[in-house]
């Protein structure tokens, strides 16, 4: 099985790069930085970079980066996708450069999702240094936060996801929007850190390849504080403050300039798998998170 560590990374497109620097800077509280090839870097730890933004013609989220432990690791990946009859392929000289790694594999899922697998990181040991005095980001070991990708094609793509690239289920919610009509499933998966979940599956397309990443701070006051900037810099709200009941994270989301949703959020849970049980909820919200006000 590939051993992942945590979400390292994950690449987003837009038509102006600035847009993003703005975004990441008056907004987020994160500092940028020119990315070779044109891109943008954008800080959130003592990383160069934990998102990676590309110009291009349609705003997007492009994929997910998959942290190994080592080359060892690596190579066990390598031979499991080709075990598996996966076909991969090996990143260019020009993506390993940019993304900062020893060495890059890109699969895509039955969905469409393209996950890049990586070892090594580079790294300059610059501090984080926020402008807009967010103290830290909790990254770490964890990774970035999570990803949420859309996965219409559900069973065969939540096999890739567990049987290939070696997550496990968390939790499960099967989302009715009519009481008496199908359930659309979303499942929240785990890999090897003590974070609910890196990844999570939802069964209905979207356009713009991710329904949203989610970055966690380390008190109320930030969210708080973040969530004034969104308001000043007329950012729209995508959801209202609340406190999810898997994994207990007290969030709001907004939209970023590449069409997808970002959850900027406190408080989320960290748990010994070896003492978990996975478990369906019934309902997303402990209070609040009015997804309604992003439709207004």
């Known amino acids: 099985m590939i051993d992942i560590r945590g979400l390292s990374y994950f690449v987003a497109q837009v038509g102006n790069l600035g847009d993003w620097q703005c975004y990441a800077e008056d907004v987020l509280g994160m500092p940028t930085s020119p990315a070779p090839g044109g891109a943008l870097y954008v800080k959130m730890d003592e990383r160069p970079f934990r998102m ?41 000289a020009e993506e390993i450069e940019q993304r900062g790694v020893q060495a890059l594999a890109i699969v895509v899922d039955p969905a469409g999702n393209r996950h890049e697998l990586s070892w090594g ?15 830290r980001f ?4 964890m990774g970035l936060g999570h990803t949420v990708l859309p996965a219409p094609n559900f069973d065969a793509t939540l096999a890739f ?29 785990h890999c090897a850190n003590a974070r609910h979940h890196s990844l999570a599956l939802a069964e209905y397309p979207v356009p713009s390849g ?3 990443v989610m970055v966690e701070v380390d008190s109320m006051t930030e969210v708080g504080r973040a969530h004034d900037r969104m308001q000043a810099h007329g950012v729209p709200l995508s959801a209202t403050l609340g406190q999810h009941l898997n994994d207990r994270m007290t969030s709001f989301y907004m939209k970023t300039p590449s069409g997808f949703d970002l959850e900027y ?17 019934t309902r997303v919200s402990i209070w609040g998170h009015d997804f309604s006000a992003g439709r207004q």
């Open 52 to 92: 990676l933004v590309v110009e291009g013609d349609s705003p997007r989220y492009l994929a997910s980066g998959w942290e190994l432990a080592g080359e060892k690791a690596f190579r066990n990946a390598l031979a499991h996708l080709e075990a598996k009859g996966v076909e991969w392929q090996a990143g260019s």
């Open 121 to 135: 990181h580079r790294s300059d040991c610059l501090p984080f240094v926020s402008p807009q005095g967010v103290p």
């Open 210 to 212: 991710c329904v949203h």
């Open 138 to 141: 909790v990254t770490g070991d």
């Open 161 to 189: 996801a567990t049987e290939v690239l070696g997550f496990e289920v968390s939790d499960i919610f099967n989302f009715r929007p009519d009481p008496n009509g199908p359930a659309t499933r979303i499942h929240f998966l």
């Open 265 to 281: 959020g406190y408080g989320g849970l960290q748990l010994d798998w070896a003492e978990h049980s996975a478990f369906e909820f």
